[in-house]
């Protein structure tokens, strides 16, 4: 009886054997050509959104649809705008035949949560694309960590010139419109409705879309002869303007321009309304409030105060196009409402990638955004599209639109004034309000 | 060994084993199973654990010690953040330069700042610390954007000079954090059957940081300052009247106090070269003052405790989602699924600060000495010595 089995022998032989296994498969890891390359039968997303802040509505609606986005790819659902794109190739069984899944994270609307929330989808999920986002400092932020990590970063909501001026990426892809593009959309309108004789006086969230949008505002506007008073930079966390509301009254101004979104939007033009703002009349002149960017979840926030109220929008639901008529549609049967523009713009850039994905025949990054880079597109709501190579831009018309006075549902609140068309707000891509950035070259990670 | 005791030789070799083995330990569940969910040994998330180790480790010195309790301390973290940044931008990738710098400003700071307000004591300093640090918030986000890029935070460019370092790499993309050559953020990967196990050399350079601050900690604990210190908690007033000038000693305190968090903020830009604003906020001031209690104040080891307790949390439940929860209880009849994943989510996901509250209400209420207090009674329950050895040198006076 001496050779016994003991435990602690026992534990020895099984810790020495499974090392022994264990160590051919060491260094089996460094073959990816790429970060996460997708083994197996399923592709990871990442949706980074804002799920609390002044951006959560937004943010719920940007999830919505890429929900309704992902049901469409794995080929579930009526397939929405899959068809009516331009581009045939995803036949709804997944990206490459892989089926897609997805997970979600909460930006907080901050810099440094939307990075971590977007590490820890790369780094533990395995995501291969990141994408959401509604704040462009987010977005700013995010697109520089996908370029150093390696992935693909697909632009949700932003609109700052900087995203893809001064801080774009190669690995960075925007499908939305941006600041100078509502300059160059607006400015027309508004001259033409109020004059060309104005003192405007800005109100602007204090973040990288905020500097942006005043600058190209006050560009547009001045360069059709109207007068700016003053520019007053507030907090994106303040949730109370009185304050700056009360200095607009003491100056000679006559439009209020509010360089302000979600709900921080919604509460500038309320206390703005409740100080007896639209009732006035200085210079001999009725007082106007514009809204350069404008969405209908913001409209539905700040209700009866939005009626008459100018602004620029990406995309909206009433839009008589196939591509948006298919869209408004699925989402409808799935949620009960009309999406919303940044629903609309996540809808498409997860299609924009998933279709890059098939027609490139690979998911490395690098492949991925060449076949983004100059891609022209239709059927997705705003006409023909262009993603411009030189800076990751999609170029394509703009919508003015003005708060319903009428409205004859909760959601028919605007109505689209003008289709400004592309090549009115088409600038070059070293314009100085996007000069002093570069691509860099794309970045496969791994 | 090295100056220490038996028993804090073995709580730090404790703490060592627990930094090395990390990635093993905190992936307990394979990669593909259901559990995955519950891992957290990615190379982000031990970052975290450990940087935010380091920052309540050096809080835990200033309140744990002279019961001054910050409520600013954020600032501190959030001036290494850009100090490092700055360095990124301006001299290499190195961080080492970095990393000392951040240390040197967030010193310096602290230096101006307890100057000012370790003239009072009580709730009066904590109200001048928080003013102090709202007040940099405020500066970083707004007033000083040419310094700090206001909300959308201090990052690096293609343009930016490195003077001892290269401006950009040959395929034209921003260099990494490095020390001296070895990449911050590059990371091997272990598959041993269904696991996953990923080693960060970042995450091991802060290991390695974390156990010298920790080791640090234990001697400052373990000195005659550390002595002074805790007499200043106990009696201030008693300490004066024997005509002590107790003012050295708390503003040392507090300038220590905050290097630790200047480091902290320094290792978080070494990780991740971004440093933003609402690093600074009072909120985050907050998150330290909970990882502190939560852990058990004045205790050696609590701080990281409750540092890693608070990150999880935050991290970890705030990614489970409507639809995970819907695929946990899928196989429940649908009315009692749904409500189920109804009472539920408000708990996950962006409800996990709901979670956190309710254990942290728990803990306080229960557990005054936090969750060492906890892990001692679970010793005494089950410990084979009887607990007459269990008088420790950490003591549990509630916070004030």
Redesign the interface.
């Known amino acids: 009886m001496t050779n016994k089995l003991t435990r602690r022998g026992l534990l020895k032989t099984g810790a020495v054997g499974g090392a022994g296994l ?1 160590l051919p ?2 260094f ?2 460094g073959a990816h050509a790429f970060t996460n390359e997708p083994s197996g039968g399923t592709v990871t997303l990442g949706f980074n959104v804002p ?2 802040g002044p951006y959560a509505d937004e943010g719920a609606d940007e999830l919505r649809a890429y929900m309704l986005a992902v049901e469409h790819l794995n080929g579930e659902g009526d397939g929405g705008m899959l068809n009516t794109f331009s581009s045939k190739v995803l036949e709804g069984n997944g990206i490459l035949g892989k089926k897609v899944e997805y ?4 930006t907080q609307t ?4 939307a ?3 977007a ?2 989808m790369i ?2 999920d395995g995501a291969i694309m990141i994408t959401g986002g509604s704040s ?2 987010v977005a ?2 995010v697109q ?2 996908c ?2 990590a390696g992935v693909i970063f697909m632009a949700g909501l932003t609109h700052s010139n ?1 995203t893809t001026g001064k ?1 774009k990426k190669a690995n960075g892809f925007r499908h939305f419109f941006n600041a100078y593009m509502s300059g160059a959309a607006l400015a027309p309108v508004l001259a033409k409705t109020y004059g060309t004789d104005r003192k405007a006086y800005h109100l602007t969230a ?3 879309w905020g500097w942006t949008q005043e600058e190209s505002i006050v560009a547009a506007t001045e360069a059709l002869g109207w007068e700016t008073v003053q520019t007053v ?1 507030t ?2 966390s303040a949730t109370d303007f009185s304050s700056y509301i009360t200095p607009v009254l003491q100056t000679d101004a006559d439009v209020l321009i509010l360089n302000h979104y979600g709900g921080n939007m919604v509460n500038s033009l309320t206390n703005a309304v409740q100080f007896g703002l639209r009732e006035k009349v200085v210079n001999g002149k009725n007082f106007e409030i514009v809204v350069p960017l404008f969405s209908r979840l913001m409209a539905r926030g700040a209700g009866e105060n939005v009626k008459g109220i100018l602004g620029s929008t990406n995309w909206h639901w009433s839009l008589q196009d196939e591509g948006s008529q298919a869209f408004v549609k699925s989402f409808g049967t799935k949620y009960g409402f009309p999406p919303s523009q940044a629903a609309h713009t996540c809808y498409v850039q997860t299609l924009l990638y998933a279709d890059a994905v098939a027609r490139a025949g690979s998911f490395n990054p690098c492949a991925v955004g060449e076949a983004l880079e100059g891609f022209e597109f239709d059927g997705m709501g705003n006409g023909p599209t262009l993603y411009r190579a030189e800076d990751h831009q999609c170029f394509k018309d703009v919508l003015v639109v003005r708060g319903k006075e009428n409205p004859t549902s909760e959601f028919d609140l605007l109505e689209v004034v003008e289709v400004t068309p592309v090549g009115q707000v088409t600038y070059a891509p070293d314009h100085p309000m996007f000069a ?3 691509l ?2 794309c ?1 496969p990670g791994a | 060994m090295l100056g220490l005791n038996k028993k804090d030789a073995t709580l730090l070799g404790v703490v060592a084993v627990l930094v090395i083995f990390a990635p093993f330990i905190l992936n307990p569940f394979p990669a593909d199973s259901a559990m995955a969910q519950f891992n957290a040994g990615y190379p982000d998330l031990m970052q975290r654990f450990v940087i935010f180790g380091i920052f309540a480790v050096g809080f835990n010195l200033l309140f744990g010690l002279t019961g001054y309790l910050s409520f600013g301390h954020a600032a501190f973290l959030g001036v290494g953040s850009y100090s490092a940044v700055w360095m990124f931008k301006l001299l290499s990738m190195n961080v080492i330069p970095a990393i000392l710098l951040s240390m040197v400003i967030a010193g310096l700071f602290a230096l101006l700042i307890g100057f000012i307000s370790l003239r009072r004591t009580g709730i009066y300093f904590s109200i001048l610390t928080l003013a102090f640090a709202e007040m940099s918030f405020r500066l970083a986000y707004s007033v000083l954007t040419p310094i700090t890029n206001g909300e959308t935070g201090l990052q690096l460019t293609l343009e930016d000079p490195r003077i001892l370092g290269q401006t950009a790499t040959e395929n034209g993309g921003i260099p990494v954090t490095n020390l001296f050559g070895l990449e911050m953020r590059s990371t091997e990967v272990l598959n041993l059957g269904g696991w996953t196990f990923q080693f960060n050399n970042g995450y091991y350079m802060a290991g390695a940081l974390l156990l010298v601050a920790f080791y640090i900690s234990i001697r400052i604990f373990r000195s005659p300052f550390g002595m002074m210190l805790r007499a200043v908690k106990s009696n201030q007033q008693r300490m004066n009247y024997t005509g002590l000038n107790t003012k050295p000693y708390t503003l040392a305190a507090f300038v220590i106090s905050g290097m630790y968090a200047g480091l902290a903020g320094g290792l978080m830009a070494s990780m991740d070269p971004l440093a933003g604003a609402e690093r600074m906020q009072w909120t985050a001031s907050g998150e330290v003052v909970l990882m502190t209690i939560l852990g058990g104040a004045g205790t050696l080891i609590g701080p990281v405790l409750g540092a890693g307790f608070i990150k999880y949390f935050e991290n970890i439940f705030s990614k489970i989602n409507e639809a995970v929860l819907h695929s946990w209880f899928h196989a429940l009849p649908d009315g009692l699924e749904n409500a189920i994943v109804w009472v539920l989510e408000h708990f996950v996901g962006s409800g996990w600060h709901l979670t956190l509250g309710l254990l942290f209400m728990l803990v306080v209420t229960f557990l005054p000495g936090g969750l060492v207090e906890g892990g001692q009674r679970l010793g005494r329950l089950f410990g084979r010595k009887k607990d007459a050895e269990e008088k420790t040198a950490t003591q549990s006076t509630p916070a004030e």
Request: proline share 2%; glycine share 12%; no cysteine.
């Open positions: 264990a498969t060491i089996t890891t799920q609390s997970v979600t994270g909460d901050k810099s440094d949560a990075r971590a929330s590490k820890s780094e533990k462009s400092g700013v932020a520089s960590l370029q150093e900087d801080d204090d973040y990288t930079k907090p994106l002093g950035g570069a860099g070259s970045n």
